[in-house]
């Protein structure tokens, strides 16, 4: 399931509050791997997602996305 912050207004310090829902919804319906969007700007957002994903209880571990799903605009997180 795709979470693209890049697409609504998200202000940076919403992004780890909304990440949490996200990645916790993902795993209570089964999904192991989710998709995250932060966009192809400077890398703010995507710095942010990173730090949060790398501190998660629920992340496994996480890569930017090939090239056919986003590429270094968006995040593959594997779920626990």
Known sequence: IPLNPASIFV???????????YLLEGQKKGFKEV???PG????????????????????QSFRLAP????????????LK
């Open 35 to 37: 998709r995250i969007i």
């Open 11 to 21: 202000e940076t310090k919403e992004i780890p509050s909304l990440l949490e829902e």
């Open 67 to 78: 090239p056919e799903a986003g590429s270094w605009g968006a995040t593959l997180a594997y």
């Open 40 to 59: 192809k700007g400077k890398g703010v957002q995507m710095n942010v997602v990173h730090s949060f994903l790398k501190k998660s209880p629920l992340v």
